[in-house]
């Protein structure tokens, strides 16, 4: 079906594969101890990373169930809404891997912001399969073993303000936000959701603030001059070939 | 609701949205309006995210304490083009400090 990579074309889609999976996945650690220091037990600490498995979720989840157990339904709603661009990312994938079965199952709990950003940023569909199973393998590996290290060595350490970890939750969701702002009319989107969070936040329970925020992105689809970005994920260079655009036949833009 | 019950249905959730990714015919959101909210969506998501952890309290009163310097620092690394873990050692560190010289 496709030809096989040279076996210096495949040390390449490793090697990259694996630099995004270590720099990805050693975070781990900051989310098991960040967990730990919500309240979570490191056996609940671990369900999240091998079961939720999607960085930015699971740190919502725990952001927010840190101001008590009343989060619960908050928590669940900002980490679904948070999730759905992996939905999208499945979209393309499904295309590229043409997997079946039991497969299939393994292929959609791997797909991630990382896994999919390698995968489509290969020009061949036998790279962009590697890429895809190496990076999703890679992250999910050492994300679950940085975890386990993040809740033990957290949980033996105290107060986690002293070290700084409640800074560097905020700015881990600056850092996943930041490729994002590629437009003015995303800064602005941006800049609208930050302030109404902040400003609901003291009259509100937890996970509530991001809620109402999350709804300046419906201006996005009502006000068709808010919002010009491409569809998610944004940093792909090009599409594999074999596989169509998400806007349609033919469409170059 | 329990912190277990939580977990599970947020896994449970994430893990629906990842695989109706592999079985929904492409097609079904490619609407123009579609793309824009869903394109959209992270951006808010993320932007609140941001602003609650760095400008508020547990109890949800707006404070500026040492996390304001610490992600000021954090997006000065970010338009230097700093690594993703960089970013967040970074923030961190400058936190840490900040609270070891006194600031709150």
């Known amino acids: 079906m496709s030809t096989a990579l040279s076996p210096e074309r495949r040390a390449r889609v490793i090697r990259q594969a694996l630099s ?5 996945g050693t975070y781990g650690i900051s989310f098991g101890a960040l967990s730990v220091a919500s309240g979570l037990s490191i056996l609940q600490t671990q369900a999240l990373s091998l079961l939720l498995f999607s960085g930015g979720s699971q740190f919502a989840f725990v952001g927010i169930m ?4 009343s989060g619960g339904p908050a928590a669940i709603a900002t ?4 999730g759905v661009r992996n939905g999208l990312y499945g979209l393309q994938v499904a295309r590229m891997l043409d997997v079946r079965g039991l497969r299939k199952v393994f292929a959609a709990q791997l797909t991630i912001d990382e896994s999919t950003a390698v995968g489509v940023a290969q020009p061949e569909a036998a790279a962009a399969r590697l890429g895809f199973w190496t990076t999703g393998l890679g992250v999910f590996i050492l994300w679950n073993v940085a975890t386990l290290v993040g809740a033990i060595v957290g949980d033996a350490m105290g107060d986690p303000r002293r070290y700084g970890l409640d800074a560097a939750a905020a700015a881990a969701f600056c850092a996943l936000l930041w490729p994002r702002l590629k437009s003015k009319d995303a800064v602005a ?12 936040a003291p009259h509100a329970p937890a996970g509530v603030p991001v809620l109402v925020a999350a709804c300046t992105a419906l201006l996005a689809g009502v006000w068709r001059r808010a919002h010009h970005d491409p569809a998610p994920p944004h940093q792909w260079p090009h599409d594999a070939p074999g596989t169509t655009g998400t806007a349609g036949p033919e469409t170059v833009t | 609701m329990s912190t277990w019950t939580a977990l599970l249905i947020a896994s449970a959730l994430a ?11 492409a097609s079904w959101l490619d609407g123009e309006r579609t793309t824009r909210i869903t394109s959209a969506l992270p951006i808010a998501l993320l932007a609140a995210l941001v602003g609650v952890q760095t400008l508020t309290s547990a109890h949800g009163t707006v404070t500026l304490d ?6 000021g620092v954090a997006l000065v690394a970010l338009l ?9 050692v970074l923030a961190a ?7 070891l010289l006194g600031f709150p």
């Not at chain 1, 840190?66 to 157990?69: P, S, Y």
């Not at chain 2, 893990?15 to 015919?25: A, N, Q, R, T």
């Not at chain 2, 230097?80 to 967040?88: E, G, K, Q, T």
């Not at chain 2, 560190?93 to 609270?99: E, S, T």
């Open chain 1, 66 to 69: 840190a101001a008590g157990a």
């Open chain 1, 189 to 200: 989107i941006a800049a609208l959701a930050a302030v109404i969070a902040v400003l609901v």
């Open chain 2, 66 to 71: 040492s996390r304001a310097g610490a992600v």
């Open chain 2, 15 to 25: 893990f629906v949205l990842k695989f109706l990714g592999y079985v929904v015919p």
């Open chain 1, 20 to 24: 995004v999976a270590v720099a990805t």
């Open chain 1, 79 to 82: 980490s679904t809404l948070l």
């Open chain 2, 93 to 99: 560190l400058v936190a840490a400090g900040l609270r």
């Open chain 2, 80 to 88: 230097l083009r700093a690594p993703f873990i960089v970013v967040v």
